[in-house]
C-alpha cells in the first residue's frame, strides 16, 4: 500500500483478555517501531524492529507485551491479560533505513479501550 | 534517557503571525532533531529534519533552527493560517541512524482567524 496500514482501528475489550494489533509497513522499509501514546500524552517508545529482529525492545512496560515481525514486513503487537492502563492509540511506524534521514512514516493507529 | 520538554502545551496566535516553538532537551546531543504535525485522532506527519551541523532549515513557510549549545529547537511557522492548527511534535534521536526517536508532547498550536 502506499502508506502505513494499522488495523484494527478501534478495539474495545474487557480486562483480562488478550489483543493484537496488526501494522502494515510501507513496501520496503526494513525499520518498523510501536509507539504508545495515551491521551494527553508523548508518544512512547515500546519497540524497534530491522527487518525480523528487535534490537531495542527496553520499551515494552512489562512481559504481556510482545511483538514480532514477520518476512521484513507485518508485525503484530500483543497484549495478554490487557489492563486498563493499557487503554492507549498505538501507533506503527516505519522508516527506510540507511537514508540517514531518520522520518518515520506513521500510520493512523490502533485504538484501544480495556473495559 | 534522554529528556524532552516543549514550551506550552497550547499556543493560540492570529492569522498572518509568525509562530514560535521551543523544544528543549537534555543530556547527550542528537545527530539530528525532527518536527512532526499530528491532528486529531491522526498519526503524525514528518514536517523537517535538522542535522547537528545545521543552523536552519527551511521548508516553504516553516523554519526550524538547531542550537547544540542551548540545546534548543525553534520551530517558525510564517503568516500562519487557521489550516495550520494542530499539535507540532519534536523528536531527536540518540545519534545513531538506528533505534528509537525520542518524542515531546508536543505543543498544541491554535490559528485564529
Known amino acids: 500500500g502506499a502508506g502505513v496500514s494499522q488495523s484494527p482501528s478501534n478495539k474495545v475489550t474487557e480486562k483480562g483478555k488478550d489483543v493484537e494489533l496488526r501494522c502494515d509497513p510501507i513496501s520496503g522499509h526494513t525499520a518498523l517501531y510501536w509507539y504508545r501514546q495515551s491521551l494527553g500524552q508523548g508518544l512512547e517508545f515500546l519497540i524497534y524492529?530491522?527487518?525480523?529482529?528487535?534490537?531495542?525492545k527496553s520499551g515494552l512496560p512489562s512481559d504481556r507485551f510482545s511483538a514480532e515481525r514477520t518476512g521484513g514486513s507485518v508485525s503484530t503487537l500483543t497484549i495478554q491479560r490487557t489492563q486498563q492502563e493499557d487503554s492507549a492509540v498505538y501507533l506503527c511506524?516505519?522508516?527506510?533505513?540507511?537514508?540517514?534521514?531518520?522520518?518515520?512514516?506513521f500510520g493512523e493507529g490502533s485504538r484501544l479501550t480495556v473495559l | 534517557s534522554q529528556k524532552i520538554e516543549q514550551n506550552s502545551e497550547a499556543l493560540n496566535i492570529q492569522e498572518g503571525k509568525t509562530a514560535t516553538l521551543t523544544c528543549n532537551y537534555t543530556n547527550y546531543s542528537p545527530a539530528y532533531l525532527q518536527w512532526y504535525r499530528q491532528d486529531p485522532g491522526r498519526g503524525p506527519v514528518f514536517l523537517l529534519l535538522?542535522?547537528?551541523?545545521?543552523k536552519e532549515k527551511r521548508k516553504e513557510r516553516l523554519k526550524v533552527t538547531f542550537d547544540t549549545t542551548l540545546k534548543q529547537s525553534l520551530f517558525h511557522i510564517t503568516a500562519s493560517q487557521p489550516a495550520d492548527s494542530a499539535t507540532y511534535l519534536c523528536a531527536l534521536d540518540r545519534g545513531s541512524t538506528l533505534g528509537r526517536l525520542y518524542f515531546g508532547r508536543g505543543t498544541q498550536l491554535t490559528v485564529w482567524p
Open positions: 524492529f530491522q527487518g525480523n529482529s528487535a534490537p531495542d
Open positions: 535538522i542535522r547537528e551541523n545545521e
Open positions: 511506524a516505519s522508516s527506510l533505513q540507511g537514508m540517514n534521514t531518520g522520518e518515520l512514516f
